[in-house]
């Protein structure tokens, strides 16, 4: 006599079927990639300029604004933020876009996080 497998299964009481399934498919829970923004250093952007995106694009103080154009114009770079991929990108992109438009050359990046 040949058995078949939905025959197999249908002997599988139905608790035990469905406990198995729920194991199995249990996804794990991965904290998604974040991403550095980070503005160069330029001689041409004044240094009020910066402080200004600082304060207009990633919602810091006027002091930290100051503090951390500083640190780009004696380092040549400087963190600003850490987000999302898509937070990140959008960052990068304003900050182009308002530096072009009010012709500037200063340059933003965003790198991954380690």
Known sequence: MQTHTWQMMADVPK????????TKTKPKTQRPPMY?????????????????VLERFFGVSHSQAVEIMLTVHKKGVAVVGV????????????????????????????????
């Not at 608790?15 to 729920?22: P, Q, S, Y």
């Not at 330029?42 to 300029?49: L, V």
């Open 83 to 114: 987000f999302s991929y898509e937070i990140a990108e959008t960052k990068v992109a304003q900050v182009m876009d308002f530096a072009r438009r009010n012709q500037h050359p200063l340059q933003c990046t965003m790198e991954k996080e380690d």
């Open 15 to 22: 608790d035990e079927d469905e406990a198995g399934v729920i």
């Open 36 to 52: 550095k923004v980070l503005l160069l250093n330029d001689d041409y952007t004044p240094m009020e300029f910066v402080v200004h």
